[in-house]
């Protein structure tokens, strides 16, 4: 274990023992409180990931998250913000093993057993190269550098922008943020339940300080999941917080 990672943890054990699970753990690499107000400043080692704001999961999308548009302005607003901007993109075969049409008497939000454990099923949606899995027109991200593409292994889902449902397989966006000397990632994006919260657990388990910009977001909400994904999310380490807390200018 490196000397940084060994802090890392040490900090982390630190901060779990007085209880201050609601602190800002990683204030001093990548957010430090601004002058005013207690804001959060990403710093030059902090990425804001935008996870999956595709025509799919719009109104008018084949799996329309509700009000997932409004997501738009918000992520717009903060991302001067950040100096690294990382979208990501469902990016599924056709006939992909997480459409219920894929499945012999299933439909859509039926639960089906895979391989690699238990596969929610959905619409078909985010196809590779259709206008549905095109990005959102009305995100205004110029400067962001790195556009990732999960779900495209027809056998295997991936709502995590890090690793697919299989746990074993990664995207390989770990090395890339830490290849550029990333230590925080801030994720917004659809849906908050599903593809946000997965990616924020696996950005802990990768190593990175994070937060999830809950007004950014929105979810999906399947038989109670929005308040699991909380649950999991905070018990994994994720920060939870508005984008009226980011020192944005
Ligand atoms: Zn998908």
Redesign the pocket.
């Known amino acids: 274990m490196s000397s940084t990672r060994r802090q890392f943890v040490t900090t982390l054990a630190a901060t779990a023992t007085a209880g201050t699970g609601a602190g800002w753990i990683w204030g001093a690499h990548a957010a430090s409180h601004g002058g005013g107000g207690g804001k959060v400043k990403p710093g030059a080692d902090a990425a804001l990931i935008v996870v999956d704001v595709q025509n799919c999961f719009v109104t008018g999308g084949t799996?329309p998250v509700k009000d997932g548009e409004q997501v738009v302005p918000v992520i717009n607003r903060i991302a001067p913000a950040f100096a690294s901007i990382v979208v990501t993109q469902?990016w599924?075969t056709p006939g992909?093993a997480?459409f219920a049409s894929a499945h012999a008497g299933k439909k859509p939000f039926d639960s089906i057993m895979l391989k690699y454990g238990n596969q929610v099923l959905?619409p078909d949606?985010?196809v590779q190269g259709t206008d549905d899995a095109s990005l959102h027109k009305d995100l205004k991200l110029p400067t962001a550098q790195l556009v990732i593409r999960k779900?495209y292994n027809k056998g295997v889902?991936?709502?995590s922008a890090f690793m697919e449902a299989d746990g074993k397989t990664v995207t390989g966006l770990a090395g890339y943020l830490k290849a550029r000397g990333i230590k925080t990632v801030f994720v917004t994006g659809l849906a908050t339940d599903f593809?946000v919260s997965w990616t924020a657990q696996d950005a802990r388990k990768a190593g990175f300080g994070v937060y999830v910009i809950e007004d950014a977001c929105r979810a999906i909400d399947l038989n109670g999941s929005l308040a699991a994904a909380w649950k999991a999310m905070e018990k994994a380490g994720c920060k939870r917080i508005q984008s009226g807390d980011l020192a944005t200018a």
């Open positions: 799996l469902d599924h992909h997480s959905w949606h985010c779900g889902d991936s709502y593809c």
